[in-house]
Nanobody, 126 residues
Framework: QVQLVESGGGLVQAGGSLRLSCAAS????????MGWFRQAPGKEREFLATISRSGSSTYYADSVKGRITIPRNNAKNTVYLQMNSLKPDDTAVYYC???????????????????WGQGTQVTVSS
């Protein structure tokens, strides 16, 4: 069982930056591929980024590529989402997720994730 807790959301002006954190419980964080998703009101949950369990591989959605990064620190059981050049369209609840993986690969598919955090609200004002 893994528990995920996101933090770092809030209100930011367009053009600004935010770093979200996702802290995981347990000793096996390094066996999980991690991902970040977001969900805006009335929309489906959208994939943003994923990182393999060692951190050697990452993959980003085209819609945010170049504006976000997904570093992780396995010693701290934490994955981050660094977001730059924020736009009002980035307003959403942001979720992290964990996918147990026997291999050091990324996970793009929402339905394959085993655990989810409760989400953190990000609001970008114009």
């Amino acid at each position: 069982q893994v528990q995920l807790v996101e933090s770092g959301g809030g209100l930011v002006q367009a053009g600004g930056s935010l770093r979200l954190s996702c802290a995981a419980s347990g000793r096996t964080f390094g066996t999980y591929a991690m991902g970040w998703f977001r969900q805006a009101p009335g929309k489906e949950r959208e994939f943003l980024a994923t990182i393999s369990r060692s951190g050697s591989s990452t993959y980003y959605a085209d819609s945010v590529k170049g504006r976000i990064t997904i570093p992780r620190n396995n010693a701290k059981n934490t994955v981050y989402l660094q977001m730059n050049s924020l736009k009002p369209d980035d307003t959403a609840v942001y979720y992290c997720a964990a996918d147990y993986s026997a291999y050091d690969v990324v996970q793009l598919f929402k339905d394959q994730y085993d655990y989810w955090g409760q989400g953190t609200q990000v609001t970008v004002s114009s």
